[in-house]
């Protein structure tokens, strides 16, 4: 029915360069197969884990297990979990399946559209597993035992669902239909009806009979559609077959294109709130969806652009006062000096947060021209990622080092953190490790060709810009909700969910950079896409939320999202600074391009949410002055004081005193 994984074609081209067309089918083809096939010569080098965790799969054999999506769910864990290809719900149930248009409610601290088992058929099966996956698409294999019965198709962007038969079949409804001709009918349950369009088969008011390749398409009918309006979706139900992913930079943006096999016709799209709507036909209609009411339209493909974010990883000192130069060299004297072999945690989070840290301020030293420390600094650096980017792998060591996870296709630090060996937060993670590697390594040949070959694998692990025998095309990285997904299983009823779109955001960061010092101009575009994107959607949906439909949440902030909820929270901690400042750390160089995006309100209106008190010295006060920063210059002189005055015990392990200073004057 579909190709197992579609690639991802990718245009070679720099942050905001020209239009370059996409490489052919043929040539991505054989770029990956050349380049795959050393790259899994250096991950089989590495040395595999002793045991995977991931466990039994429901899934086909052949498929890269698809961790950090929006439906893995469907493929890990116990039980199939409800996943949300937005604007609907969808699950599996004890003989077939079940969707829903979910009613969007909100509380004080959560945006709620949990999974709604409106309407659906009983297939009479026993199991399903993923038989194919691509860009926003998946699709179910339902079975009784070793009979295949049929396929499921749903995807993200399309509230279709397409079941299509792989024997001739009747399948049961799970609540009366009203047929409206032959091959018509309505389906309803849960206060909502839904179109049903039968191919090649016949209906009644109990079930559809289908002959083999035979199909039947479910489509809820939004609120308030005429008749008319009713007509044109039914006839856009047509069977989804799956979905493919474009991008190209283009004119200081960096655009999208999400195309939809339909079919060979049009199908019904719901483009999210803010993405626009060109190429589509728009029907007038909206559905609630979690970020908002979103337009319910027909066509073939999602279009999509955001400006382009450069890449960068240094802060101008240039045009500071002597005064602010003469504090600042100071202050990165005092803090190098306090760095030594016991300053870089084991764990590929903390210690990777430490290997930034000092990045950064070995960046400070040699911008301020304090040519001792920052050869002091560029020794330690050097000597912690020469651990991490070993080609031999962990050899006698346990920790600062990379095995592979042959059955997941994937890298896991040694030591593992936060369920990194579940592959959770892995950009998180290795977005720290190729950041400082990307400060150090500029400009050194080098240390790029001693740290190219692991570094490479560690990029490839969450970005891969196509699928390789040894990574899955963009792990993490979800193109039409334009964020990542952090838990690699995702073993949730609400769905996967990312907390940090800052980390995300730095990681992408990351990415790119290493491209660039490393001279891989696919990495460099695929990580300035990536940045772009995640920015632009932490800006609109994290940072500066538009929540007119949502007056019952009373933040500034959505700090946790999820596939069914938006929630005011973090994993973490409760107290009134964390939801704010997750969403901050680490403020790279080039952070106050999103991050400030809302205006001095917002930033006021926030931090007034965070530290309500108007004190600085908890959790993340320190990335919180640095956003109070962004808010003009008589903030960014107050900014600067509080953080001269801030405890030492408040500054986050990815930060130093320096930083915060250097990061605030950069701002006044």
Not at 115 to 134: C, K, N, W
Not at 205 to 211: D, P, S, Y
């Amino acid at each position: 029915m579909l190709t197992a994984v579609a690639l991802l074609a990718s245009a070679c081209t720099g942050p905001g360069g020209a239009d370059h067309q996409a490489p052919s089918a043929a040539a991505t083809d054989a770029a990956a197969t050349t380049d795959g096939a050393a790259q899994a010569r250096a991950v089989a080098a590495l040395g595999d884990v002793a045991t995977s965790t991931v466990g039994a799969m429901r899934l086909a054999d052949g498929l890269t297990p698809p961790t950090n999506r929006w439906f893995s769910g469907l493929v890990f864990g116990d039980a199939p979990q409800p996943v949300f290809p937005t604007p609907i719900s969808w699950q599996v149930t004890g003989g077939g399946f079940a969707a829903g248009l979910p009613d969007v409610t909100a509380t004080e601290k959560t945006i709620a559209a949990g999974a709604v088992p409106q309407v659906g058929f009983d297939l009479g099966a026993t199991t399903t597993l993923v038989s194919a996956y691509d860009a926003v698409s998946v699709t179910v294999e339902h079975r009784d035992g070793d009979t295949v019965l049929g396929h499921s198709v749903v995807a993200e962007g399309s509230p279709l669902v397409t079941y299509t038969a792989a024997r001739g079949e009747t399948i049961t409804a799970t609540s009366p239909m009203t047929p409206t001709s032959d091959d018509t009918a309505t389906l309803s349950g849960g206060g909502r009806t839904w179109q049903v369009v039968v191919r090649d088969g016949s209906l009644d008011t109990t079930g559809v009979t289908l002959r083999r390749g035979g199909s039947v398409v479910l489509l809820p009918t939004p609120d308030g559609a005429s008749a008319a309006q009713v007509a044109t979706l039914r006839d856009a139900a047509r069977p989804l077959g799956g979905s493919t992913l474009e991008r190209r930079a283009s004119g200081g943006s960096q655009r999208t294109t999400l195309s939809y096999d339909f079919d060979g016709g049009a199908g019904v799209l719901v483009p999210q709130p803010g993405q626009g709507t060109t190429g589509l036909r728009c029907t007038g209609l909206r559905v609630a969806t979690l970020t908002g009411p979103a337009p319910v339209c027909t066509g073939t493909a999602l279009r999509f652009a955001v400006d382009t974010v450069t890449p960068s990883d240094r802060l101008d000192l240039s045009g500071l006062p002597s005064g602010e130069r003469a504090t600042l060299a100071a202050q990165v004297r005092k803090d190098a000096a306090e760095v030594d072999a016991s300053s870089y945690a084991a764990d590929t989070y903390g210690g990777g947060k430490d290997l930034y840290r000092v990045a950064t301020l070995y960046r400070l030293a040699v911008s301020l021209g304090l040519d001792d420390q920052a050869s002091a600094l560029r020794t330690s650096i050097v000597g912690e990622l020469d651990q991490w980017f070993d080609p031999a792998g962990c050899g006698d060591r346990t920790a600062r080092c990379f095995l592979a996870d042959p059955t997941v296709h994937g890298l896991v630090g040694q030591q593992a953190s936060f369920g990194s060996d579940e592959f959770n937060d892995h950009h998180f993670h290795y977005g720290y490790l190729l950041s400082a590697a990307a400060m150090v390594a500029d400009g050194d040949e080098g240390l790029v060709s001693r740290w190219r070959t692991v570094a490479d694998l560690v990029a490839a692990d969450i970005a891969s810009p196509t699928a390789t025998e040894s990574f899955p095309a963009l792990r993490v990285y979800d193109p039409y909700v334009q964020h990542s997904w952090a838990s690699g299983y995702s073993p949730f009823a609400d769905g996967n969910n990312q907390e940090s779109s800052s980390e995300a955001v730095s990681a992408w960061n990351g990415v790119a950079r290493w491209g660039a010092v490393s001279g891989s101009s696919s990495l460099e575009s695929t990580g300035t896409w990536l940045l772009s994107n995640e920015a632009a959607s932490a800006q609109r949906d994290v940072l500066d939320p538009d929540l007119s439909s949502f007056p019952g949440f009373t933040h500034r902030v959505v700090s946790l999202t999820w596939g069914g909820k938006r929630d005011h929270a973090t994993w973490f901690s409760a107290a009134a600074a964390a939801p704010a400042g997750i969403e901050l750390i680490p403020m790279p160089a080039m952070a106050g391009e999103y991050v400030g995006a809302g205006g001095q309100r917002q930033i006021q209106r926030v931090l007034d949410e965070a530290v309500p008190d108007g004190r600085y010295d908890v959790q993340f006060g320190d990335y919180l002055l640095m956003y109070r920063a962004l808010g003009g210059k008589a903030e960014a002189a107050a900014a600067l004081t509080a953080a001269e005055r801030l405890p030492d015990a408040v500054i986050d392990s990815a930060n130093t005193r320096s930083y915060l200073l250097a990061w605030i004057m950069t701002r006044g």
